[in-house]
């Protein structure tokens, strides 16, 4: 087997096991959590997302990506600027936002969120910390270190925050949860990368990092804007109850699909930048990742929208039932949230960020639109628009990859066509599954479903299922 295979296929069971012992971890404390604290508790966390999330793109500034991008070649001296410039950018958004707290909380009509974001935003000072020893690793394909370190500062962070909300601290147990898990996350970093910063620093090198860094971070902030513009928009509009039941009902989805997503660029990032001279061998590597991808988020999701009412009936109890629409409708937006990662992470792996950035600005209008449009006709909307959003998107984020590969979006639909239809044809059986008891409906759903799929994948032959098969016998 060639060295990259090796390398690959070590990626994918490492990069697996950390996201499915930390979302899994992450998707059990949720449950707990949701349990205890009212929708209330997690509306008001989520009023500061996007400050934070938009904070935590202008640190990155894209030079994480550009680092490994430029993997082959990197120096200390690159290393140690990006550190600085970070630590620097940091400390003084850190000050702005702790300065803006007021007005934050007044925006809000919430004066509990002057204390609460003061604390909560010392996590982008401490995420700064932890970006070059993260970009080491990546660079190194070292995902048996980020997967232990992220398994243990999720354990650690649970068990804190399991602490808090026992003794009475309501919704600071998740200002808490972040800080520890961040803290812990970076000292971990720092040790296993073994590397500390030196004293030196490069203007040449922060403009050859920027240069490639700035499209990235521009796209990411727009990204990040719109993607939280929501919490804005219901938060204004409504009240922390409505905008905790909509961030819940994202964050489930969301778990589901970031650990996806955050596989595949994980992975394959490093690995299409490796080859990236080789063009023929990219786009190979690019459509069969593809068809595996699918292969896998189809089902989840679909499934997971199969089961939303009893997963919320049992695990969440009755006073999260205005959240079954949102988990219905974001799981089949969530379904493509993969591929277009995917799409775009080919650009970034050619080093062509300026046409990531141009794909995002290209979606940025009909975006913010829909959100305003739908923000005051209530969450479900909000939900609906997302999902129109997240489709037309595929097919704006499928163009370049199109144009410069020849795999645009009518290429990937005709590849995934025969996934999509054992998918349609599980969710169509399981639908029809009505029981007495919520707790077998469930397992008997999950149980069936996935019998039906793996069976009409095997009828319809697809493909991608005998590359998994391919790769098990390899290894």
Not at 234 to 261: C, D, E, V, W
Not at 287 to 300: A, H, K
Request: proline share 3%; glycine share 4%; hydrophobic share 55%.
């Amino acid at each position: 087997m060639s060295n990259l295979k090796v390398v690959a296929i070590k990626g994918v069971i490492w990069s697996l096991f950390d996201k499915l012992i930390n979302q899994v971890g992450n998707f059990v404390l949720l449950i707990y959590l949701s349990n205890i604290l009212s929708p209330a508790d997690f509306g008001m966390i989520a009023m500061l997302a996007i400050f934070l999330a938009i904070a935590q793109s202008l640190i990155d500034s894209g030079f994480s990506q550009a680092l490994v991008q430029k993997s082959h070649k990197v120096t200390e001296i690159d290393l140690s600027t990006v550190f600085y410039v970070n630590l620097g950018v940091s400390v003084l958004l850190y000050c702005l936002l702790f300065v803006l707290a007021p007005a934050i909380a007044n925006f809000f009509h919430q004066p509990e969120l002057v204390d609460l974001s003061r604390a909560l935003f010392i996590v982008v000072i401490i995420n700064a910390l932890a970006l070059v020893p993260r970009a080491k690793l990546m660079i190194a394909v070292d995902f048996k270190s980020q997967g232990l370190i992220n398994s243990a500062s999720m354990i650690i962070s649970a068990a804190v925050t399991i602490y808090m909300i026992n003794v009475g601290y309501g919704y600071w147990s998740l200002v808490a949860m972040n800080l520890v898990k961040s803290l812990i996350s970076a000292l971990l970093l720092m040790l296993f990368s073994r590397w500390r910063p030196k004293w030196l620093f490069s203007t040449e090198s922060f403009s050859k990092l920027f240069s490639f860094g700035s499209n990235l971070l521009i796209a990411g902030l727009l990204a990040t804007t719109v993607q939280n513009l929501y919490s804005i928009l219901i938060g204004r509009h409504f009240n922390a109850l409505q905008l905790g039941y909509f961030q819940q009902g994202f964050n489930y989805t969301n778990i589901l699909s970031s650990t996806l997503s955050s596989v595949v660029q994980g992975v394959t990032y490093p690995i299409m930048t490796s080859i990236q001279q080789d063009e023929e061998r990219l786009v190979k590597v690019y459509v069969r990742v593809m068809s595996i991808v699918t292969l896998v988020t189809f089902p989840v999701f679909v499934g997971f929208a199969a089961i939303s009412e009893e997963f919320v009936k049992i695990f969440l109890g009755d006073k999260w039932i205005p959240i079954i629409p949102i988990l219905f409708i974001l799981s089949f937006a969530r379904l493509i949230t993969p591929i277009s990662s995917l799409n775009l992470n080919i650009l970034n792996a050619r080093g062509r960020s300026d046409l990531f950035l141009k794909t995002d600005l290209c979606k940025l209008p009909m975006t913010i639109v829909a959100l305003f449009i739908a923000a005051p006709y209530g969450i479900v909307a909000v939900a609906v628009s997302q999902l129109i959003i997240v489709i037309i998107s595929f097919f704006i984020n499928a163009y370049y990859p199109g144009k410069l590969f020849g795999y645009g979006a009518i290429a990937q639909l005709r590849q995934i066509l025969p996934i999509a239809l054992a998918t349609l044809i599980m969710y169509a059986v399981i639908n029809q599954i009505k029981l007495d008891s919520l707790w077998l409906q469930l397992v008997l759903k999950i149980v069936l479903g996935m019998f039906i799929y793996c069976g009409s994948c095997w009828i319809l032959k697809v493909k991608a299922l005998e590359d998994i098969k391919d790769i098990i016998q390899r290894k």
